[in-house]
């Protein structure tokens, strides 16, 4: 396992539009993508766990090799601005990624 | 032969950019200028209100710098979206600006205006018809949605631009547009494939939001060839790299593969992303597929109450430690004074230094030292939103908890008065798909003589 944040250069969440809240994760370099995408370590699974939601939730989960990024999009816990809204742009959804740890694959025994 | 070039001069009309960039850009000779004015990112109230979310001031200073450009380099200016969200009010307070900046500048134009307005019986007519179909994970449109809304729009796409282009505008000033369509509208006009035309759109849209460092208040330059476009911000210290414009074909979007629109999907399965010099990047193979039926987003707000907040502070570990008890504690009180008034309002507790930015979802609910309390009433009338609000706060200022020490009051209000009002809240009302048989038939053009 290794911590997601060691890993990526980018890690953010945004509105895709008022009903559906977006995740992306761009990774620092080529290799680092293709293991992780190799591995599936971040999944629709990985993503409805980490915010405690249910898997039918996380509406799709891609890997995006143009950019290689990692997008997951989940529904919106309310839409945009309705009441109870609490981050209207959906700009600081991301910090349980942060203190995420996503499997690394065949050589996680022999890492430091 | 000399590529297509477009100007994005700033992500928002409004943003700004500054003069050097500007003029970089312009040193390229664009064959057009183009800017994007609107979002629904900064929530409902905007659209559903009527209100621009740029200050006019803003807005005008921009403008005053494209239409002096535009005008002297004699190219055209298309601007979507107008007023943020493209309504009758939106775009009739940007052509009142238009028309002033005109004036104060001495510049004359045929100006095309096209409104997005989505006509009340016509919607309902559309769902009758099962013609309207949940853009999303939404609720499914009723007539009360329709009748409801204060405002409805559709987003158009490239068609009213070119039909407008066609009948020689120097300005277009549009309604709610499709983000892309601004840019690319002139590049399929002038004969350029839709797909790089729409994918170059995407990335323009944004301005150098896609550079990097990235800004959302500069210019970026895109350069249209056949079978290819590249992109390039005109300030010199920030670079188009492909992470940077791969990264931002992922913005604000589900599925960065496919990218549906009006009338037909963008699809980047096959996209190239090359970079050719330092600064610029060329993108390849990026495809248009047009669908069947052609289908337009259509978006509605309706009002749903008003809203009296109270900011304050807590910084006793006796009342921050039990905090979840005392809030429903002030609740049960609340709706033990107003039972009369059960169902016609909303009380709500933001705790932030808690989790006042995730609530349910925040993995770490534990509280610091001290705690900022926002505390909301929506209500059916501003008076009870007011009345309800009121009676919480001094609640919690009092209330008695198990272990308590400071008798005197449990909160720090940084103001007097303490309360807020904030006017009427809004909910996005309609967020759905509309089979239409003409692309053009929502939005009626009209073209005017602007005269200094």
Redesign the interface.
Same mark, same amino acid.
């Given at each position: 396992m290794k911590p997601l944040v060691d890993l990526a250069q980018v890690i953010r969440t945004k509105n895709a539009g008022p009903f559906e809240l977006t995740i992306d994760i761009i990774f620092k370099d080529r290799e680092t993508y293709e293991r992780i995408k190799k591995n599936n370590s971040l999944n629709a699974g990985v993503i409805a766990k980490l915010y405690g939601v249910p898997e039918e939730d996380i509406l799709s989960a891609i890997y995006f090799d143009p950019a290689c990024a990692f997008k997951a999009t989940m529904k919106r816990q309310i839409p945009c601005g309705a009441f109870g809204e609490r981050d209207i742009y959906g700009a600081q959804q991301h910090a349980p990624l942060l203190g995420l740890s996503v499997e690394w694959g065949d050589c996680d025994a022999a890492d430091p | 032969m000399k590529p297509l070039t477009l100007l994005s001069p700033t992500a928002i009309l409004g943003y700004g950019f500054p003069d050097s960039s500007f003029e970089r850009g312009l040193s390229f000779g664009p064959d057009v200028i183009a800017v994007d004015a609107g979002s =629904?990112?900064?929530?409902?109230?905007y659209l559903g209100s009527g209100k621009s979310f740029v200050a006019r001031g803003s807005v005008k200073r921009d403008l005053t710098y494209l239409l002096r450009a535009a005008r002297s380099l004699r190219v055209p200016l298309l601007i979507g979206t107008a007023g943020g969200s493209g309504a009758k009010p939106h775009l009739e307070w940007c052509r009142e600006i238009i028309e002033e900046v005109a004036y104060e500048e001495g510049l004359s134009f045929k100006m095309a205006v096209i409104p997005a307005d989505v006509p009340k019986p016509y919607l309902k007519e559309a769902l009758w018809d099962e013609r309207v179909t949940p %853009?999303?994970?939404?609720p499914a449109l009723t007539e009360a949605d329709i009748s409801d809304s204060t405002y409805l729009v559709a987003q158009m796409g490239m068609e009213p631009f070119i039909n407008a282009l066609d009948n020689g505008a120097d300005v277009i000033l549009a309604g709610r547009s499709y983000d892309p369509a601004v840019f690319a509208a002139y590049a399929v006009w002038k004969g350029y494939p839709t797909g790089l035309a729409l994918h170059l759109g995407k990335i323009l849209e944004c301005a150098a939001i896609a550079a990097t460092p990235g800004s959302g208040s500069d210019c970026m330059v895109g350069f249209l060839e056949h079978d290819q476009f590249m992109v390039e911000p005109a300030n010199a210290s920030r670079r188009a790299t492909?992470?940077s414009v791969?990264?931002h =074909? %992922?913005?604000?979007?589900?599925?960065?593969?496919l990218l549906p629109g009006p009338g037909g999907s963008l699809e %980047?399965y096959q996209?190239?992303?090359e970079q050719i010099t330092e600064r610029r990047v060329a993108v390849r193979n990026s495809l248009f597929r047009p669908e069947a039926s052609h289908t337009l987003k259509v978006e509605g707000a309706k009002m =749903?109450g008003y809203r009296v907040i109270t900011i304050a502070g807590a910084r006793d570990p006796r009342f921050i430690e039990p905090l979840d008890e005392i809030i429903e504690g002030v609740k049960e009180r609340t709706r033990e004074n107003f039972n009369w008034e059960s169902g016609k309002y909303?009380l709500?507790f933001?705790i932030y230094g808690k989790n006042?930015?995730?609530?349910? %979802?925040e993995?770490n609910p534990r509280p610091g030292h001290e705690v900022g309390i926002v505390i909301e009433a929506?209500a059916e009338t501003p008076e009870l939103a007011e009345v309800v609000l009121g009676f919480a706060r001094s609640t919690m200022l009092h209330y008695g908890f198990p272990g308590r020490l400071s008798t005197a009051g449990n909160l720090a209000f940084p103001y007097s008065p303490s309360d807020f009002k904030v006017g009427e809240?809004?909910?996005?009302s309609v967020?759905h798909l509309i089979t239409v048989k003409d692309p053009n038939e929502l939005f009626p053009i009209t073209f005017e003589e602007v005269r200094s």
């Open positions: - | =629904t990112d900064p929530g409902p109230y %853009l999303g994970p939404v492909v992470a791969a990264a =074909t %992922l913005y604000e979007k589900s599925n960065p593969y %980047l996209c190239k992303f =749903t909303k709500m933001h006042g930015v995730m609530g349910d %979802l993995p929506v809240v809004y909910v996005y967020h």
